[in-house]
Structures are given as C-alpha cells and as structure tokens.
C-alpha cells in the first residue's frame, strides 16, 4: 500500500529528473525507486489492513502480487535501453514515468477491495500502456498498434462498467466483500434472485478476459505486442497479464464464489477455446515476436484453468506462474532485442526466427538464456515453467476439469514445437551473427533470470512456500 | 421544493435500466460497425455516458451515494482516456492524413 | 406522486408539435421563396476572397495540447463539488485531503509549463 504512494510520488520525480540534462540517470534511479517500492511492499507482510474507508486491502496475498508485478517491472527496467539514442524523438524520463505509473495501476488492481478501485487501477494501467504501445512516434505499425490497443481497451471498459453498474444494481454494494456476502445469501434464497445479477457477472468477466487477451476477446494482442516497441511489450505481456489475472481471481473467489456453478461453464469453455486457438495458430507464425503474443495467450489460457478450478491452492498456482512466466518473458524478449537490433532486414529490425540463426556459435550467454525461457515456457522439467504448469494441472485435476486437462496436455505438445523454433536456429542453423555486445547490467539481468529459472525449475519450494 | 433523488424516482426503475441497455447497445454498435476512429471514439462514449446513467439511477433508487461517485470517477477518466485517444488519433493523422481504420492494415487484424 | 406512462403524453404532442412546425416552415420556404440562378448570384460573398482549397485544414496542434490540458485540468473540478457540499463535515481531514490532490494537479501543471507545452511562439 506504501509502495502506491511511493511509486507515484516516484513517479512525478522522474518526469522532473527529465529536465535534468543528464540520461544516464535515469535508468538507474528508476531501478533505484522500483527496489525502495520493493521493500515498503514486503515491510508489509503479514499485517491485514484496509486503507481509505476499504478501498484497499494489504494483506499477504496482496504483498506476492505486488512482488511478482514489482519483479517483472524491474527486470523490464534493467532490460531497457535505447531510449536515449535519438535525442530529438525521445523521452526517456517520460517512458520510465509512466511505467511506474502504470505499476501504481497494477498494483491498485490486486489489492482493490471495492469495484471502484478495481476500475481506476485497470484504467492508470491501460492508459499508461496505450501511450507506451504508440510510444515510437514515427513508426505506422506502432501507431497502429497503440490505435487498436486504445479502441480495444475503451470498448472493453465500457462493458466492464456496464457490468459494475448491473451488478450494483442487483446487490447494492460495490465493495468485493458486500456482494460476496449478497451473492451467497442469494444461493440461500434470502433475497431475490434478479437477471441484472448474472448479466452484471458476465459483463465484469468480459471485459476482464478481453483485458487478459482470452479467447475469444483476443484479436487485439497479436496486433499490438508486434506494433509496440518490443520493451513495452515485455513490460505489456508480464505485468499487465499478472495484475488482470489477480484482479479476475479476486472478483471471482470473493464476490462472485456463490454462483461458482454459473460461470464455471463459460470459463471452462473459453478456457479451452483460448488454449487451443492460441497454440495452433502460434504454430503458423513467422515472428518471434507475433508467435510470443500468441504464446502470451495461450498463457492466458493456462492461467484461466487455475482461476476456473477455484481450488484453496488456486492464488499460490497464479503466483508460481506469473513469475515463472514473466521472467521467461523477459528473457525472450531481452535476447530478441539484441538479435533484432544487431540484424535488421530493410532497415527494420529482423524479428523473425530467422534472426536467431547461428546464434550459439558467437553468443553462447544469449543463446543458453534463450533456451532456457523457451524451454520454461513450454514447460520443460527442471526449468520454473515446469512446475508452473504441474501445479496448474493439479488445481484443475482436484476439480476435474477433465476436458480442460486433456486439451491443455495435448496444447502443451504443440507448444514444445513452436517453442523449439528459436532454439533449434540458434543451436543447428548455420549463420553469421557476429559478437554481440551486452552492457554489464544487461548481462546480470539475463544471468539472473536464467538462474532464477532454473532454481525455481530445481527447487520450487523456495517461493511456492511463501505464496 | 422536490428533491433531485425523489424526482429520478418517479420514473420506475426499469424503464432506466432498458434505457440505458438500449444506449450502451448502440454504442456497442457503433464500435463494431464504424470505421472511422473518431466515431468509434464517440461510441465507446456513449456506452460510459449508458453506465453513468444507470449508475446514478440506481443511486438514487437505493438513496446510497457511491454509485453518484462512481460516476464521478468515471467522468475523470473519461476525460484522461479521452486525452489519450485523440492523442493517438492526432498522432495517426501526422503520419498517413486519415484515421480511417480501414488504411491501418499494416498489421493483420 | 406517482407517474403513469400516459402522463407523458403531453411531452409527446409537444415533440409532435415541434418536428412539424420545423417540416412546416422548411417546405413552406421551399415552395413560396423565388428561385433565380445566375453565376453572380451563386458566387461567394461580394466582400470575400476566392476559396481556396478544403475549409477542413488541419490547425496547429498548439490548439490541440492546449485543448486537452483544458479538458483534463477542467474535469478535475468535479471531485471539488462533494467537497465543497460537505466542507464542514469533512473538515480538516478533507481539507488535506484536497490539498494534496490539488498539489499533485500543480505538480503537473508545472511539469506542463517547464516542458514548454504553453509556450505560444517557439
């Protein structure tokens, strides 16, 4: 809760460093704000408080959100560069601004206790990631991009609200709790059962699925994780992912858990919808980067899974998963910008698999840590993906999500396949990528995460314990 | 003199509800059928100003002042989304003179 | 008191009223005014210049910014209404409150004016 107000305030300090004729800064501030934020957040665990008349809530699982979101920031902070290098075009301290902005949103959106903080959370987090997705000014394809992301996400807030406002009607309440409390003692028949409840319940879980990119509310996320600067898209397809999936879990467990066998079937479906629409079609993808957006979806589908299930274990299943996930992430992303700038096709940045050809001949860090985010995400024992995957299985298997569990283990296989594509250009292909060089903290950042990855693949009990 | 709530209640509650249903289905439409970026724009308006509208309905109805709120906040962030969007939208027509979304085929939709 | 649907009639006449007044007046000018073309007569104005091109110019985008730090800065003044309706109530508490949301407004305008943004002639 601390680190809210921190972060904003952090936030205003960096537009104003801007001014300050000096770059270099920057980064390392921003780093510098993100670990203060950091550690006010874990000076919070376990104390349970409500802050501004239960708007808020800090509690332990509010304290692992904000954690897994502040980790993926600072990986994407560490990672980031480039803004910098054409002075006329540019505004670094502004990009760095509004990404701590956008954290605020973030973290508003996991620890909302009332429907009202839940809407300006998303919305300082999708405006933040509009302006960042339309960030390269002069590049049509961002331009698009952010274009599509913002019409997308508008529409999508539109129904969300439409939704907040049915259901108030209904229950009178819109803090989690108050209609949690009216939703059971509907179950219980002690007041009236109204229609605006259900529409209500089922706007809310549109307009969050279409912010997590689920099937079928997905056809934005291919579009805007290509158009936008690939740093944002790191930042878009980790932190934005966690925190939807953190408000939706919430929404559900707590307000909405009385009519569990309401909305389980639309999930269930969509869930299997998303999972295999997402990996068939990442199969056919040339880009890295459009097959990762792909990827991201699929994710979303292995999440929803969990969030369907609605098991005791179903926050720690999320947690474990989101940070397996968002450091692989990163990492890809990370190694794709490298190889991507040093290989450019009709003087644009190569980002198709291409690209990667021959990378382990000159590069072996780039191509080892490469290899392990791919193998992470398909979910290959020994590596953090693994375990993520297991535990989300488990959670659906304990409800018997069965056709659910069969169609993500087959989508896994094909995931293998796609996910292979890098590693095999880089390991087998013949090619002729010169030596790359990396800036220290850009190494240590990619050295951390593959290690991070392959300790939680060896030992998941180190994070999985406290989640 | 009546008071404002007293004076919403004398239209039953329904008739805000269909009301509104029929405003945000409009918008809805014209999102899903316009093609220029503006009037998109205007339509996903439409469909705030609908949540607005039944939000301070049932505000009023259940004599509870979140909802007139709620509302408030709505309106603050439509104005911060509204400044973005035309932000974009400006930043679009520097680059190609249109905002026709049928030009942006740049990427597949 | 209690309103029928009926009751609204009288509101619908009038809507009645009104569309046909405009229909009425719109037809009637049509039919009863003379028409007579000549190139002088529907040229432009005696007094004005020939046009020249679309009168949809794009305008500098100096309007634009300054239109949109209206609007944001504008809309802001809505969270003051409930303050100022219950200032007595609220009392200091809500008095800091709104301090500090007036002080992050400023730092924002500052920030605005610092980057230039409000700076007619450049």
Not at chain 1, 139 to 150: G, H, I, Q, T, V
Not at chain 1, 155 to 176: K, P, R
Not at chain 1, 362 to 378: D, E, G, K, R
Not at chain 1, 416 to 428: L, R
Request: one cysteine or more; proline letters at 3%; charged letters at 10%.
């Amino acid at each position: 809760m601390n680190s809210i107000i921190a972060l904003s305030l952090f936030g205003i300090a960096n537009l104003f460093l801007g001014f300050l004729n000096n770059r270099k800064i920057l980064m390392p501030a921003t780093l510098a704000f993100i670990l203060f934020a950091l550690g006010l957040n874990l000076a919070d665990w376990n104390t349970e408080v409500l802050w501004f008349n239960n708007m808020l809530r800090t509690n332990n699982l509010s304290v692992n959100f904000t954690t897994v979101i502040l980790v993926a920031t600072l990986l994407v902070v560490a990672i980031s560069r480039g803004f910098g290098d054409d002075e006329e075009h540019s505004h670094p301290a502004e990009y760095y601004a509004i990404m701590l902005f956008s954290v605020v949103g973030a973290i508003m959106m996991v620890t909302f206790e009332n429907l009202l903080m839940l809407f300006i959370g998303l919305e300082i987090l999708s405006v933040s990631m509009y302006v960042l997705t339309g960030s390269d000014k002069r590049n049509l394809r961002s331009n698009e991009a952010a274009l599509k992301y913002f019409l997308m996400g508008a529409f999508a807030t539109g129904i969300l609200l439409f939704g907040v406002a049915l259901v108030y009607g209904a229950t009178g309440s819109f803090s989690i709790y108050g209609i949690g409390n009216f939703v059971t003692e509907n179950r219980m028949g002690q007041s009236e059962i109204t229609p605006m409840l259900y529409v209500g319940i089922l706007l809310i879980i549109i307009g969050l699925l279409f912010k997590v990119s689920a099937a079928p509310f997905h056809f934005w996320t291919p579009d805007v994780y290509e158009g936008a600067p690939t740093i944002f898209t790191a930042f878009m397809s980790t932190v934005v992912k966690t925190a939807g999936f953190a408000a939706l879990y919430r929404l559900l467990s707590v307000s909405f858990v009385g009519e569990y066998g309401k909305w389980v079937y639309l999930l269930y479906f969509l869930c299997a919808a998303t999972l295999i629409i997402a990996n068939i079609t990442a199969v056919y993808q040339q880009s890295f980067k459009r097959m990762m957006a792909f990827s991201s979806i699929s994710h979303a589908g292995y999440l929803l899974m969990t969030v369907t299930s609605n098991q005791a274990t179903t926050q720690s299943s999320i947690l474990f998963y989101s940070l397996a996930y968002s450091i692989a992430t990163v990492t890809a992303f990370a190694v794709m910008i490298l190889v991507s700038e040093n290989k450019t096709s009709n003087g644009k940045p190569d980002e198709s698999f291409d690209a990667f050809k021959g990378l382990a001949k000159n590069n072996p860090l780039l191509a080892f840590a490469l290899a392990v985010s791919m193998l992470s995400l398909a979910g290959i024992p020994l590596t953090a993906g693994f375990w993520g995957k297991f535990f989300i299985f488990s959670d659906a298997f304990k409800r018997g999500l069965i056709l659910d569990l069969i169609v993500a283990v087959l989508m896994s296989a094909v995931g293998v396949y796609y996910y292979f594509k890098p590693i095999i250009a880089s390991y087998m292909k013949e090619g002729n990528i010169q030596e790359i060089t990396i800036k220290p903290i850009y190494k240590l950042t990619l050295i951390i995460t593959t290690i991070l990855t392959i300790l939680l693949g060896l030992m998941p009990d180190l994070v999985k314990s406290i989640f | 003199m009546q008071q404002i709530p007293d004076v919403i209640r004398q239209i039953p509650l329904n008739y805000y509800v269909f009301f509104s249903a029929a405003l945000f289905c409009i918008g809805v439409t014209g999102v899903l059928t316009r093609r220029n970026a503006i009037i998109i724009f205007m339509s996903v308006e439409l469909m705030l100003n609908a949540v607005n509208l039944l939000l301070a309905a049932f505000s009023s109805y259940k004599a509870d002042p979140a909802g007139q709120i709620f509302v408030f906040f709505i309106m603050a962030v439509a104005a911060a989304e509204v400044a973005v969007g035309l932000a974009i939208i400006v930043m679009i027509y520097r680059n190609i003179q249109t905002i026709d979304t049928g030009i942006l085929n740049k990427l597949k939709w | 008191m209690n309103y029928q649907p009926s009751d609204y009639l009288p509101i619908l006449v009038q809507l009645g009223a009104a569309i046909a007044f405009i229909v009425a007046t719109m037809l009637a000018t049509h039919w009863l005014g003379p028409k007579r073309h000549s190139k002088l007569k529907d040229d432009v104005f005696e007094c004005g210049i020939e046009s020249i091109g679309d009168a949809r110019t794009p305008i500098s985008v100096k309007y634009f910014l300054v239109a949109i730090l209206f609007v944001l800065f504008d809309v802001e003044i809505i969270f003051m209404y409930p303050w100022a309706v219950n200032f007595k109530a609220l009392g200091w508490d809500g008095f800091m409150e709104m301090i500090v949301f007036m002080g992050l407004l400023l730092l924002g305008f500052i920030y605005v004016i610092k980057k230039g943004v409000l700076k007619w002639e450049k």
